[in-house]
Each structure stands twice: as structure tokens, then as C-alpha cells.
């Protein structure tokens, strides 16, 4: 189980929007439709943002989305705010039973 | 409301084993999964595995088979992580984070606990 492949940082102004990407396998994000995406800020335990590549749970701004094509999701953001800056991990459903997350992007807003 | 409480911080010894609680309130335990989670200082998350606190049954990830031990308390509503022969490289933040309803499939880790910080020095 390798983990997935996210870019180490990403960057925006505000009200701009920003893409993660998530590369994964066809026995991982490929092979499934449930890739989740968590926020981290510093010192904090993660958030669920996105859940099943593009479902949102209550509460969760719909200035996030979440898109999958082939071995590959996508978290976007849009209309960036300053409390939008923060850790992102995406995670996908791996098969018999085990998950596998990425390793973590940063985003920053300029 | 929804809400898992974890552990206190943990020194352990090389070679020496720790287990880290997690109790759920706020919900119907046996009807969702409970997932383990760690990172490292710096680092990323790693999935650890999942119990079904319903019948106890554990998927583990494959490079913790071995060394690590998922179990329940149902009269307690706690689910308990421990992990064996540890090494410098097991320092790190444990989190425990509810999975999905039992019976069900779908990608959900939330909430997840406030994180135990194990440390593994001499």
C-alpha cells in the first residue's frame, strides 16, 4: 500500500480559487468512488471536507468540491479565505478492507 | 453531540508495547467503524486500520500486521489501539476517527479524537 501523491504545497490569493490534486492506483482511486479529502490546521486533529470524491458533509462550505478522473481526484477550492490555509490529505478506500491517504499538501493563502 | 475522547501522552521504551484508549459518546457505538490513524512529527497521516465494534472483527494495514491489536469495550463505548516492540520510528500522534456505519461502504473519518502523542526514547 503505497501511499497516494499529492503536491507538497499549493498557493492562492483570496477569492481565487486552488486545485489539490490525489494520484493514486487503479486498485485505490481508480478502482473506487470513495476518495476523502481532511483539513488540518497546525496542532489541530484533521476535519472531513469531502467524502465518496465529491460529497459533502453538514456544515462543510460548498466553496469546496471534490472530482475524480481515472486514477486521479481533485479537491478545488474556491473563493479562498485566510482560514481556508491548512493542511490537506486526501484518502481513498483501497480494497479488502484497508485505506491509504496522501502525503499531505500545503496550501497557503497569499 | 458526537465526540471521541483519547488517552493521555505515553513515554515508552524501545521494545515496549503502549495501548491507547478512545471512548465514543454522543452516537450508537456498535454502528460505526472506528478507524486508526497516526503521524509522525512533520509528517503526514497513515492509516493503521479499523474495528467493527459491532463483532470486534479488524482489518489492519499490512505494515502493521503483526505488531499492532484493535479491540473493544462495548459496556464502555471504547475502542483501544495497541502497538507492540516499538521503535524510535513509532514516535507520533495517534488519532482514532469514526469510519461509516456498519453494513455500509463509504469513505468518512469523522470525528476524529483530540490525538494521543506517543514518544519511544530511550
Known amino acids: 500500500q503505497s501511499a497516494l501523491t499529492q503536491p507538497r504545497s499549493v498557493s492562492g490569493s483570496p477569492g481565487q480559487s486552488v486545485t489539490i490534486s490525489c494520484t493514486g492506483t487503479s486498485s485505490d482511486i481508480g478502482g473506487y468512488n470513495y476518495v476523502s479529502w481532511s483539513q488540518q490546521h497546525p496542532g489541530k486533529a484533521p476535519k472531513l471536507m469531502i467524502y465518496d470524491v465529491s460529497k459533502r458533509p453538514s456544515g462543510v462550505p460548498d466553496r469546496f468540491s471534490g472530482s475524480k478522473s481515472g486514477n486521479t481526484a481533485s479537491l478545488t477550492i474556491s473563493g479562498l479565505q485566510a482560514e481556508d490555509e491548512a493542511d490537506y490529505y486526501c484518502c481513498s478506500y483501497a480494497g479488502t478492507y484497508t485505506w491509504v491517504f496522501g502525503g499531505g499538501t500545503k496550501l497557503t493563502v497569499l | ?122
Open chain 2, 1 to 122: 453531540q458526537v465526540q471521541l475522547v483519547q488517552s493521555g501522552a505515553e513515554v515508552k521504551k524501545p521494545g515496549a508495547s503502549v495501548k491507547v484508549s478512545c471512548k465514543a459518546s454522543g452516537y450508537t457505538f456498535i454502528s460505526y467503524y472506528m478507524h486508526w490513524v497516526r503521524q509522525a512529527p512533520g509528517q503526514g497521516l497513515e492509516w493503521m486500520g479499523i474495528i467493527n465494534p459491532s463483532g470486534g472483527s479488524t482489518s489492519y494495514a499490512q505494515k502493521f500486521q503483526g505488531r499492532v491489536t484493535m479491540t473493544r469495550d462495548t459496556s464502555t463505548s471504547t475502542v483501544y489501539m495497541e502497538l507492540s516492540s516499538l521503535r524510535s520510528e513509532d514516535t507520533a500522534v495517534y488519532y482514532c476517527a469514526r469510519g461509516h456505519i456498519v453494513g455500509t461502504t463509504y469513505n468518512w473519518f469523522d470525528p476524529w479524537g483530540q490525538g494521543t502523542l506517543v514518544t519511544v526514547s530511550s
